[in-house]
């Protein structure tokens, strides 16, 4: 592992957190912020905190979105990232990538958000969770979420059932942070490296 | 289930950790990534530093601390201490901090708190509400807890909330540093009446206050320094008596 893997860079947050996560595992990765700087790129990561609107328009005013969309190898969407590879978001009715064909909706005013802190997920499937127990704890931080569907790869329960994770061809996204959730992070990150 | 989180807190002072610590096997107990690691490695859910300096010079430090911590661990963290601004909160969070705590700088300007919310993502603001018991209800104190504002704790906590904070770090100066236990009253009162997170602190002496600030009180996260720091309770023998009494931890 090394320049092969990017990280999509547009100014939402948690960049650090990732490569230092990635430098963890013993490797690297660069940053692209235009579509140009994706030559060479085997592999792709997508993070994201903040607000959907704001991200979404500096994706679409670099070329991004279309990049991230078109690009063949695998990518992960992590928590905002994986909200922008679906469809519109009700958070400031953004577009989305339409990766995933599900809407982004907001938690119901019963509960608190944002869903903070560390919660199970559960009925894992796919290479992302090779080697990773049912019912492993992830940290999530969001107030937005993607309903359940056939892309589901993970539920998680807050109030409802939604998608900790969801697989469409190439595209992984995980809403939870791996970069932030202890070894059993680590090790989807470390699944995600070796596709 | 999204389970109550355990948050040791480091007092990080020109780049050291400050309070005893009586942990085996720590080559260097001031060291505050040696701690962080050992906390983390320790099942703890999150951490909090916090620079309780002030000159410039140590800033500085302080942010090549959040640097490192940021490198050595896999968990969130918060930092605090003295933040007033974006700027200073821009250089933290590409340091690598998740969330950030505004105390007094909000009491000043209220505005703070939405800015911070609007530029960053509501996710990483955090507003430190310092509560004292004064004659019967609940003031907030600034300034380290040396100045009466004249603010029900409850008010504020809501005013926060409404302002794009996305957690409450609610202290009691009452409880601080006694050890007999969180202050309940104040803590279920803004728990229960915020839409958002609160994190209670202050108080912690034994495994049993956590039980109670979670189940009684309606806490979603518990901070303490002192007995993680001195060894007398481990964040092993608090998770295991919250998962006894069925209370969901990680």
Redesign the interface.
């Known amino acids: 592992m090394n320049e092969i893997i990017r990280i999509v860079d547009y100014r939402a947050?948690?960049i650090?957190?990732v490569i230092?996560?990635l430098?963890?595992l013993g490797g690297s990765a660069s940053l692209a912020s235009r579509p140009a700087e994706l030559a060479g790129a085997r592999k792709l990561i997508f993070p994201g905190?903040?607000?959907a609107r704001p991200a979404m328009e500096a994706l679409m005013a670099s070329g991004m979105h279309k990049a991230i969309r078109e690009f063949t190898g695998p990518v992960l969407g992590i928590c905002l990232g994986m909200q922008l590879m679906a469809g519109q978001s009700e958070e400031g009715e953004t577009p989305g990538l339409h990766i995933f064909d599900q809407p982004i909706r907001r938690f119901g005013?019963s509960l608190?958000?944002?869903?903070?802190?560390?919660?199970?997920v559960f009925d894992l499937k796919g290479p992302l969770f090779a080697g990773i127990p049912e019912n492993t704890?992830f940290?999530?931080?969001?107030?937005y979420y993607m309903p359940i569907s056939a892309d589901t790869t993970a539920n998680c329960?807050?109030g409802l059932q939604f998608a900790a994770a969801a697989t469409s061809g190439n595209h992984f996204g995980v809403q939870f942070?791996p970069?932030?959730?202890?070894?059993a992070?680590?090790q989807l990150l470390k699944n995600f490296i070796g596709l | 289930m999204l389970t109550k989180r355990i948050i040791p807190c480091l007092d990080i002072k020109n780049g050291r950790t400050v309070k005893g610590v009586s942990f085996d096997n720590l080559r260097d107990a001031g060291d505050p990534v040696e701690l962080a690691a050992r906390y983390s490695e320790h099942g703890a859910d999150e951490l909090t530093l916090l620079d309780i300096t002030a000159t410039l010079e140590a800033r500085a430090t302080f942010v090549q601390v959040v640097e490192e911590v940021a490198a050595a661990i896999s968990i969130p963290f918060t930092v605090g201490g003295g933040i007033s601004s974006e700027q200073q909160v821009e250089l933290l969070l590409s340091a690598g901090a998740d969330k950030v705590s505004v105390n007094t700088a909000a009491l000043l300007d209220p505005g703070l708190i939405t800015r911070l919310s609007n530029a960053f993502g509501n996710q990483c603001v955090v507003v430190a509400i310092d509560a004292k018991l004064q004659q019967g209800r609940w003031e907030v104190v600034s300034h380290a807890g040396t100045r009466p504002t004249g603010l029900p704790a409850i008010g504020w906590a809501r005013q926060c909330c409404d302002l794009g904070a996305g957690e409450i770090l609610l202290t009691s100066f009452t409880a601080d540093g006694t050890r007999g236990g969180f202050s309940l009253d104040i803590t279920g009162e803004v728990a229960r009446g915020v839409s958002i997170p609160v994190v209670a602190s202050g108080g912690a002496g034994s495994p049993a206050h956590f039980f109670d600030v979670f189940t009684l009180a309606g806490a979603d996260a518990a901070l303490a320094a002192g007995i993680f720091h001195y060894g007398m309770v481990s964040i092993g023998q608090v998770k295991a008596y919250l998962k006894k009494y069925g209370v969901g931890v990680r």
Do not use: I, L, T
């Open positions: 947050g948690n650090a957190s230092n996560a430098g963890r905190v903040g607000h005013p608190k958000v944002p869903h903070m802190g560390w919660n199970n704890h940290y999530f931080v969001h107030s329960h807050y942070h970069e932030k959730s202890g070894e992070g680590m």
